[in-house]
């Protein structure tokens, strides 16, 4: 359970980007992902909450997420709107190599309710090393999502179970697992 949600929050949408929805990435789980995403935004925006939207700017060859390609657009719905800052990262953490730190410092930030693609990479790095940077991290799982993987032994681990495990995780150490639900639930308090 969490706390009323103060202005010292900043909403962090992680990767919502069209390169994800390529056949060359596996099947993943959360049908119900941009649904969940875009009314917690609605809702964010409509309490007139900051939001930090973070883009990835792949630099490996043939990703469907470079820079200049039609899959390093942001998802429909998902690009920032009018005051709504935009930070570009080339590795899995939204720290490593921009100013997001700053930005969040000069805001007044202490709590970062994040979401994205993927639970287990980007969304993880970023949360885990937040938390390591002393902000209060809450992960929105019904936001998130993650691929079907293989395990290294000829089998392919279930996207619902690498979910599940990631959030685990997640929750047990480095930040408070919430539901879309939850957070707007919140923002009326």
């Not at 969490?2 to 959360?30: E, K, T, Y």
């Not at 925006?45 to 939207?53: N, Q, V």
């Not at 970023?126 to 993987?149: E, H, I």
């Amino acid at each position: 359970m969490i706390h009323a949600l103060d202005a010292r929050c900043v909403l962090l949408p992680i990767d919502m980007q069209v390169g994800f929805d390529m056949p060359s990435w596996p099947p993943r789980n959360n049908p119900g992902q941009d649904a969940n995403a875009l009314r917690l935004m609605a809702g964010w925006r409509e309490a007139g909450r900051p939001i930090i939207h973070v883009q990835h700017d792949s630099a490996e060859p043939g990703s469907t997420l470079a820079p200049g390609t039609k899959g390093h657009a942001l998802r429909p719905g998902f690009a920032p709107q009018s005051g709504e800052a935009l930070v570009h990262k080339s590795v899995n953490s939204a720290f490593i190599g921009t100013d997001l730190d700053l930005r969040l410092r000069r805001l007044g930030v202490s709590t970062i309710v994040a979401f994205g693609i993927s639970t287990d990479m980007c969304v993880s790095t970023t949360v885990r090393m937040g938390a390591n940077l002393g902000y209060k991290m809450l992960v929105v799982g019904d936001a998130c999502a993650c691929f079907a993987l293989p395990d290294g032994h000829g089998e392919i681990v279930p996207a619902d179970l690498v979910q599940r495990v990631h959030l685990a995780t997640l929750g047990f150490e480095f930040a408070t697992i919430v539901s879309v639900d939850e957070v707007l639930a919140r923002l009326r308090d």
